[in-house]
């Protein structure tokens, strides 16, 4: 164990409240259902509102003045620290704004009031979102779809903590790093989104124009094929690779889904793409497996000696499914079917494909920078929080 700095202690959060009654959850679910839910009165505070280190003042909850009296053992006021025991991450914690002056928690959250004399809130608030506070929790985790902790592993939680004086001293130190990283953040977001943007106005500038030779032609007349994907009997796949069940079903536009089998729908043995026609609705993937699509998938077949599947997948790509009337919830062939497409003659269709292919390379390099960027951040504020409560800072 790390010895600490004279003066620090090590407490249970228990010990830095007056009492249990003031780490306490919420209601069982028996007594907080939807049909007490209101449009205003007494807010409620549940697991969406709670961010790692902040609250999010989305999709509020309220409940009548009866029903709050009712359950007053599980209120909140401004100031509070409230927990959440249940999902991923465990244990995210934020500070009650004061604007929500006084509310009830929900059955897997908890409500932290700890004595001010003993604690400062943001300090607190710092540690019980880092990784020695987590990593307490993650031992008592119950549960593997939904992980969850109960209250006294929560008032049990172990806190390394200095006089008062010293937590208000790492806490500006913490403010101010973290607001710099933020800064940084936003930064790079914002040049992520640049990238992509200069990609997507490249696709615009290219498709958006008719050049010398150019024709416009229906989706269907220059494809081979255009079919919905099927369903699949549970009877012929296999969730695993195997001697018999050799050939990938993919269930939507996006991945493959792991499963694997001889079904009744129409095997794919051509270079194609597939459009997922639910859930994310057009999301376009070039597919040059063999492989079995269902009933989430539209699968377009290009006849190549017209349209070079790259031109199309990246037409395909651009195009805006869900401006083009199809604001329900799924794609079906009919729609696909009388999409216009911007055709030149093959070989600047190969030309245009060379420029796009070389500039999407370019920046997914860039995305990938970007990405690791906001993880090496990411990594310096759990650092940064790591040796602040091993009084390193």
């Not at 290219?206 to 030779?213: A, P």
Request: charged share 25%; glycine share 6%; aromatic share 10%.
């Amino acid at each position: 164990m790390t010895k600490l700095p004279k003066g620090w202690k090590d407490l249970k959060i228990l010990e830095l409240c007056d009492g249990k009654e003031n780490i306490v959850g919420g209601p069982f679910g028996s007594n907080l259902k939807v049909e007490h839910y209101k449009n205003k009165g007494i807010p409620i505070l549940r697991l969406q509102n709670i961010g790692k280190g902040y609250f999010i003042d989305k999709d509020i909850k309220y409940i009548s003045k009866e029903k709050a009296n009712e359950l007053k053992y599980h209120s909140f006021q401004s100031g509070d620290l409230a927990l959440a025991k249940l999902g991923i991450p465990i244990g995210k914690t934020c500070i009650i704004p004061e604007n929500f002056e006084y509310g009830i928690v929900v059955a897997d959250v908890v409500r932290i009031r700890p004595n001010k004399k003993k604690v400062d809130y943001i300090f607190l608030n710092y540690f019980l979102n880092s990784n020695i506070s987590v990593s307490q929790l993650t031992k008592n985790i119950s549960g593997s779809t939904r992980p969850r902790v109960n209250l006294d592993e929560v008032r049990n939680i172990i806190i390394s903590i200095p006089p008062l004086q010293e937590q208000k001293r790492i806490v500006s130190i913490l403010d101010k790093a973290f607001d710099n990283i933020e800064k940084a953040k936003k930064n790079i977001e914002q040049n992520l989104i640049n990238s992509k943007e200069l990609f997507q106005s490249k696709l615009d500038e290219i498709f958006s124009t008719k050049g010398k030779g150019w024709e416009e032609k229906k989706l269907e007349d220059v494809c081979e094929k255009i079919f919905a994907g099927g369903d699949v009997p549970k009877s012929d796949f296999s969730k695993f690779k195997t001697k018999n069940y050799t050939i990938p079903i993919y269930s939507n536009g996006v991945k493959d889904n792991g499963l694997y089998g001889y079904t009744n729908i129409k095997k794919v043995d051509q270079p194609s793409i597939t459009i997922s026609a639910r859930g994310t609705i057009g999301f376009p993937i070039k597919r040059l497996d063999t492989f079995y699509p269902v009933i989430r998938l539209i699968v377009v077949i290009p006849n190549v000696t017209i349209i070079n599947i790259d031109y199309l997948y990246f037409y395909l790509f651009k195009y805006d499914f869900i401006q083009s009337g199809t604001s329900i919830p799924q794609l079906t062939v009919p729609m696909v079917k009388p999409i216009n497409i911007k055709l030149p003659p093959i070989k600047e269709q190969s030309n245009i494909v060379k420029i796009l292919e070389e500039l999407l390379t370019e920046t997914q390099k860039l995305e990938t920078t970007y990405i690791k960027q906001l993880e090496n951040l990411e990594e310096l504020k759990k650092s940064l929080l790591d040796k602040a409560f091993k009084g390193e800072l």
